[in-house]
């Protein structure tokens, strides 16, 4: 079983800056693929970024360049650190693990990013 919780959401201004924090309770995190996700209302939940245990990451074309995912293994905690946000990064970011073929989801944290 692997719990995820996420924390760091919240309201911020176009051009701000918000790092979104992932807290897994499991013996095997370092094993886990990690990513973020996100879903905004009447929208397809999407990929937002991706990180294996490598350290190899992916990123949405939409936020590559502004948005760097990163884990710290020592502490079970995967990272979204949010540059430059838009208004249309506004949504709810689910943190996501998957092992074993079967994927973990948070609970979301609400990002609003206002004009």
């Known amino acids: 079983q692997v719990l995820l919780v996420e924390s760091g959401g919240g309201a911020v201004h176009a051009g701000g800056s918000q790092r979104l924090s992932c807290a897994a309770s499991s013996s095997i995190f370092s094993d886990l693929f990690m990513a973020w996700y996100r879903q905004a209302p009447g929208h397809q939940r999407e990929l937002v970024a991706a990180i294996v245990s490598t350290g190899l990451t992916n990123y949405a074309a939409s936020v590559k360049c502004r948005f760097t995912i990163s884990r710290d293994n020592a502490k079970n905690t995967v990272y979204l650190q949010m540059n430059n946000l838009k208004p249309e990064d506004t949504a709810v970011y689910y943190c996501?693990?998957?092992?074993?073929?079967?994927?973990?989801w948070g609970q979301g944290t609400q990002v609003t990013v206002s004009s």
């Open positions: 996501n693990a998957k092992w074993r073929a079967t994927d973990y």
